[in-house]
């Protein structure tokens, strides 16, 4: 039950894009489509973002957006704001009844 | 909404009963979760259970040492926490499992383990 692996961080400037990745193997990410994202601010419960690699939660700005490619998850970004800082987790069944977490991206708003 | 009790101050080696009871969902037809925070850290995935209990799942480091029940009755889920040690001090959420996601989500309860 090994991590997933993200950037430890990951940076833009007001207005522009960025795309965080997560990256595992076939026996996680790249063979279900249960891969989901979260957003953390400090001192908060976690957030769903995006589940079942692209789809949005309820709420959710459409300026955040999930795909997947091979064994690599990716959660974008767009048209950054202030308060889109805060720590990202990606999330995946890796089967065998098993769940693995990312390690973790701090996104820094410039 | 979720709402953690129970957590606190234990020794090692000793037990602690975490709760989560839950309101303004089904809570009979979701499966649960624990999840974990370490200080500092990021999140881990600690134990599911199925809707009506029958099936339990753990990570690899509780195995053995943890246990999660629910009373669909009570809308309660639980986490029976034995022989902790040090490096299970963490802020423990509960949350339910809708399409192998975690939509909704606790505010946490602390548990410390000195070392």
């Known amino acids: 039950q090994s991590a997933l692996t993200q950037p430890p961080s990951a940076s833009g400037s007001p207005g522009q894009s960025v795309t965080i990745s997560c990256t595992g193997t076939s026996s996680d990410v790249g063979g279900y489509n249960y891969v989901s994202w979260y957003q953390q601010h400090p001192g908060k419960a976690p957030k769903v973002m995006v589940y079942?690699?692209?789809k949005r939660s309820s709420g959710v700005p459409d300026r955040f957006s999930g795909s997947k490619s091979g064994n690599t998850a990716s959660l974008t970004v767009s048209g950054l704001q202030a308060e889109d800082e805060a720590d990202y987790y990606c999330?995946?069944?890796?089967?065998?009844?098993?769940?693995?977490f990312g390690g973790g991206t701090k996104l820094t708003v410039l | 909404q979720l709402v953690e009790s129970g957590g606190g101050l234990v020794q090692p080696g000793g037990s602690l009963r975490l709760s989560c009871a839950a309101s303004?969902?089904?809570?009979?037809?979701?499966?649960m979760s624990w999840v974990r925070q370490a200080p500092g850290k990021g999140l881990e995935w600690v134990a599911n259970i199925k809707q009506d209990g029958s099936e339990k799942y753990y990570v690899d480091s509780v195995k053995g040492r943890f246990t999660i029940s629910r009373d669909n009755a009570k809308n309660s889920l639980y986490l029976q926490m034995n022989s902790l040690r040090a490096e299970d001090t963490a802020v423990y959420y509960c949350?339910?499992?809708?399409?192998?996601?975690?939509?909704?989500w606790g505010q946490g309860t602390m548990v410390t383990v000195p070392s």
């Open positions: 303004g969902f089904t809570f009979s037809t979701s499966w």
């Open positions: 079942e690699v692209s």
């Open positions: 999330f995946s069944f890796a089967g065998s009844n098993n769940w693995v």
């Open positions: 949350a339910n499992i809708v399409w192998g996601a975690f939509h909704i």
